[in-house]
T-cell receptor
Framework: QKEVEQDPGPLSVPEGAIVSLNCTYSNSAFQYFMWYRQYSRKGPELLMYTYSSGNKEDGRFTAQVDKSSKYISLFIRDSQPSDSATYLCAMRQMDSSYKLIFGSGTRLLVRP | GAVVSQHPSRVICKSGTSVKIECRSLDFQATTMFWYRQFPKQSLMLMATSNEGSKATYEQGVEKDKFLINHASLTLSTLTVTSAHPEDSSFYIC????????????FGDGTRLSIL
């Protein structure tokens, strides 16, 4: 079993839809949780960064962390065709290695 | 912001050539930089962790003599793929973190390496 599980998709939605992306994990020591967006042939771009459980909102994006269920989510409101990309969840422990564990990424396609 | 610049973005070269890739943090000091490899439609695979002024820490299965890492300053790390062969063709991505336990990694735009 992988430490971080993420549905690879693809997930296809119409423009304007609310998108829900999710990851589950097995290591209860994870404390920092991130969502990255990666366009084709580009490096990942940090979207959201949260510590421990709770919600965080930034514009059209909302990140949720439920440590009791070992489950994190990213919601995208009013989705746009420009949101079409691969979304990677990542997480790490509170240690000195700073090593990230990534999900496999979910491909999102927002249809005009 | 936190900008990480990676250069070159694309390299095509003959088998046996050594290729150097640079990773720079443009607007912050990065005590730690990371090098990843990504195969098509797959997630990122950590190759090594680079700490300024010390030897890099390589992940299991990564040949340190093949992938030379130098982190000579707080804003620059380099990855040299020595005597590259076609199987080394891949997308190489670096990332950098500011000092501090709660700092996220910021990624460069990657280098697409093709060995003929």
């Amino acid at each position: 079993q992988k430490e971080v599980e993420q549905d690879p998709g693809p997930l296809s939605v119409p423009e304007g839809a609310i998108v829900s992306l999710n990851c589950t994990y097995s290591n209860s020591a994870f404390q920092y949780f991130m969502w990255y967006r990666q366009y084709s042939r580009k490096g990942p771009e940090l979207l959201m960064y949260t510590y421990s459980s709770g919600n965080k909102e930034d514009g059209r994006f909302t990140a949720q962390v439920d440590k009791s269920s070992k489950y994190i989510s990213l919601f995208i409101r009013d989705s746009q065709p420009s949101d079409s990309a691969t979304y990677l969840c990542a997480m790490r422990q509170m240690d000195s290695s700073y090593k990230l564990i990534f999900g496999s990424g979910t491909r999102l396609l927002v249809r005009p | 912001g936190a900008v990480v610049s990676q250069h070159p973005s694309r390299v095509i070269c003959k088998s046996g050539t050594s290729v150097k890739i640079e990773c720079r943090s443009l607007d912050f000091q990065a005590t730690t930089m990371f090098w990843y490899r990504q195969f098509p439609k797959q997630s990122l695979m950590l190759m090594a962790t680079s700490n300024e002024g010390s030897k890099a820490t390589y992940e299991q299965g990564v040949e340190k003599d093949k992938f030379l890492i130098n982190h000579a300053s707080l804003t620059l790390s380099t990855l040299t793929v020595t005597s590259a062969h076609p199987e080394d063709s891949s997308f190489y991505i670096c990332s950098a973190s500011r000092q501090g336990n709660n700092q996220p990694q910021h990624f460069g735009d990657g280098t697409r390496l093709s060995i003929l």
